[in-house]
């Protein structure tokens, strides 16, 4: 098909639901991590100043128990992944999860907006590598040899977040914006809806639990587990539309 004819895209955007039955916490879980520690001791460019061991010590022990407890992608990850390769158009999953498990399912284009587990950033040079190692204040860059500047890359309170440019651009040209398993408190993810209307004039669905802080936006709510939501949405959608 030529490359004037594909159909517009989707945009996904993704955050902590879809892991959940994965075996990932929720950010506001009753029993979840950030309920047990600090935000403002371990994931702040402030805490990292004040104290660069407990924060990297916080680090390294949560991504140990992350590769210890196996987590695997489950439906709603492989569904989309699917929607990927048989959809004729453009499909580009944007997600606040640090975790892999969309590529581990097969998504190939995902933008990390919080960053990624399992990478390294050097706060000297900005060179980003994937590495399990754990990382002390004594670290070196492999770049630019500084020692003490290596942190997760991962985006704290406060920063910015990454891959911004490419995300508006793929909202600005998508006809339809899915949000799955987040819940429209946190921005710039939760403004993506109103752009997706206003700019794209994008159809906008929500998947969730339940009604999400930017419910109001969405013309269309799909309310249940994402292991059941987001595969029944993704036949839909093959099933319906840009079908040759
Ligand atoms: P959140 O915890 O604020 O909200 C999670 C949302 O998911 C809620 O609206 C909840 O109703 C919904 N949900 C829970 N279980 C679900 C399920 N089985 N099916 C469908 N929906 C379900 O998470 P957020 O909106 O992503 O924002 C919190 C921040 O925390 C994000 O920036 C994210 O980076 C970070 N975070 C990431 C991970 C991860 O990488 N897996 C985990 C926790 C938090």
């Not at 975790?99 to 284009?109: F, Y």
């Not at 408190?185 to 639990?209: D, I, K, M, S, W």
Request: with cysteine; aromatic share 6%.
């Amino acid at each position: 098909m030529h490359q004037d004819f594909l159909p517009p895209g989707i945009v996904i955007l993704t955050g902590a639901g879809i892991s959940k039955e994965s075996g990932i916490d929720t950010f506001r879980d009753k029993d979840g991590l950030w309920t047990r520690v600090d935000l403002e001791e371990v994931a702040t460019i402030e805490a990292w100043h004040r104290d660069k061991k407990k924060v990297l010590d916080f680090y390294n022990h949560t991504r140990r128990g992350l590769r210890a407890a196996h987590i695997v992608p489950n439906a709603a990850h492989l569904a989309l992944a699917r929607l990927e390769r048989d959809y004729e158009g453009e499909v580009v999953v944007v997600t606040q999860n640090i975790d892999p498990l969309h590529e581990q399912a097969g998504s190939r284009t995902v933008l990390h907006m919080h960053g990624r587990d399992g990478e390294v950033r050097c706060m000297g040079c900005g060179h980003v590598f994937a590495s399990e190692a754990d990382l002390s204040p004594q670290s070196k860059c492999p770049n630019c040899q500084a020692v003490g500047e290596l942190r997760p890359n991962i985006v704290w309170f406060g920063e910015m977040p990454q891959h911004m440019d490419e995300i508006y651009a793929a909202i600005d040209r998508c006809v339809d914006l899915v949000q799955i398993g987040t819940s429209g408190e946190v921005y710039p993810a939760a403004g993506f809806v109103l752009q997706a209307r206003r700019r794209a004039r994008a159809h906008t669905v929500e998947l969730n639990l339940e009604p999400t802080g930017n419910q109001p936006l969405f013309h269309e709510h799909i309310y249940g587990p994402a292991t059941q939501t987001v595969p029944a949405y993704v036949e839909r959608v093959l099933a319906g539309r840009w079908k040759s």
